[in-house]
Every structure is written in C-alpha cells, then in structure tokens.
C-alpha cells in the first residue's frame, strides 16, 4: 500500500475515531443542558438556566423579566394616563 493512500486511510480513520468521542461526549452530557422556554437557547457551562416550575430559563431572559416587573408600575400609569387622555378626547368631541 502507497503511503500517502496509508496516510489518507490514516486521517480518515483519525476523523471517524474523533468523531464517535464527540458523539459520546455530547451523549453524556446532554442531561446537563437545557433549553430556555423563552428564547429557545441551549444552556451549558456557559449559558446558566434556573429551573421554575419543571421549566428552564436563561439568565438574560430572566434578567428582561425582572427589569419588565420593576417597570410594571411605570407601565400601567401611562395606560391609565393613555385611557384618561382618550377620554377626555371623546367627551369633549360629543359636546
């Protein structure tokens, strides 16, 4: 056998080994990763999740969720003010 066919036989050998260590890796650790029900990312070492209610979350989603509630009361203010406004505009377009 030619070497370089020995050296091609070698490398393709090399890939396959190198590519059933990764499937077994990613198969033994894909209990440690989730999926973050809002955004649909998977979480690992690197993308920490925190388990709410059988679900997992991301830390930036609930990093947004935070920010959202401490706004809420900001929020339903200008709704109201939004309705008030509305009103006034309709009450004063009847007269």
Not at 63 to 79: G, I, N, P, V, Y
Request: proline fraction near 2%; include cysteine; hydrophobic fraction near 30%.
């Amino acid at each position: 056998m030619p070497a370089e066919r020995r050296a091609n036989r070698d490398e393709t050998l090399n890939s396959i080994i190198e590519g059933r260590k990764m499937e077994a890796y990613v198969e033994h650790m894909t209990k440690e990763m989730h999926t973050c029900w809002i955004c649909e990312k998977v979480g690992y070492r690197n993308r920490p999740m925190k388990n709410i209610g059988g679900r997992y979350i991301c830390f930036e989603c609930l990093k947004q969720l935070k920010e959202s509630f401490t706004s809420l009361d900001k929020w339903e203010a200008e709704q109201q003010l939004e309705k008030e406004m509305r009103k006034k505009i309709d009450d004063s377009l009847k007269m």
